[in-house]
């Protein structure tokens, strides 16, 4: 089974800290996403990640950065955190896909960092 | 952006109830997926259907799929207690040349034993 692993589950910072959030697949896939889930907004795409090295704005970037130095590895960055990025961060991985679109194949997500800024 | 829509947004049932949710969505897609999230957890794959496909089975669960209403539907067959959760569609989008998956705001499904 593909493992999606979050550094962790729960999360309190202080405003204006630079915090990490660690995401490792073991599956070897190409793809990998971060997303952030709110109440009543449902999941936003924040960070894509097709291939090493290689990162794609989603539709909420403001804010974060990423980095994907190796494969199994995507970290989200909250460069300065403030209280509206008090949420449940989700990353997810995918195998490229073999045909057609590269998102065409299921994601698996880890059990998410349920964030909070203080 | 693209985005899938739920409907209904909560939905309430008895157990061995069959329990219905709808996606729509707004422009073409390649495929549509629908997932559950147990409360607190990360989301889980249920089914992928392609936009040439029509119909799908997986053990309970039944996805049906129109492209000219640009819809789907989640069927849950004799609902149990366990099945209560959060469901979500995805549907995948380009964005900038880039291909991502975009979830709708979910429809939360209890089911009551």
């Known amino acids: 089974d593909v493992k999606v692993t979050q550094s962790s589950r729960y999360l309190v910072k202080r405003t204006g800290e630079k915090v990490f959030l660690e995401c490792v697949q073991d599956?070897?896939?190409?793809?990998m996403f971060w997303y952030r889930q709110d109440p009543g907004l449902g999941l936003r795409l924040i960070y894509f990640s097709y291939d090493v090295k290689m990162k794609e704005k989603g539709d909420i970037p403001e804010g974060y950065s990423v980095s994907r130095e190796k494969k199994e590895r995507f970290s989200l960055i909250l460069e300065s955190a403030s209280t509206n990025q008090t949420s449940m961060y989700l990353c997810?991985?995918?195998?490229?896909?073999?045909?057609?679109?590269?998102?065409?194949?299921?994601?698996?997500f880890g059990n998410g960092t349920r964030l909070t800024v203080t | 952006s693209q985005q899938g829509e739920e409907d209904p947004q909560a939905l309430s049932i008895q157990e061995g109830e069959n329990a219905t949710m709808n996606c729509s969505y707004k422009t073409s897609i390649n495929n549509l997926q629908w997932y559950r999230q147990n409360s607190g957890r990360g989301l889980v794959h249920l089914i992928l259907i392609r936009s040439n496909e029509r119909e799908k089975h997986s053990g309970r669960l039944r996805v049906t799929l129109d492209t000219s209403k640009k819809s789907s539907s989640l069927l849950i067959t004799a609902s149990r207690a366990a099945d209560t959760a959060s469901y979500f569609c995805a549907t995948d989008a380009t964005q900038g040349g880039s291909e991502k998956l975009v979830f709708g705001k979910g429809t939360k499904l209890t089911v009551n034993p």
């Open positions: 997810a991985s995918s195998p490229v896909g073999i045909i057609g679109p590269r998102v065409n194949s299921p994601l698996h």
């Open positions: 599956m070897d896939h190409e793809n």
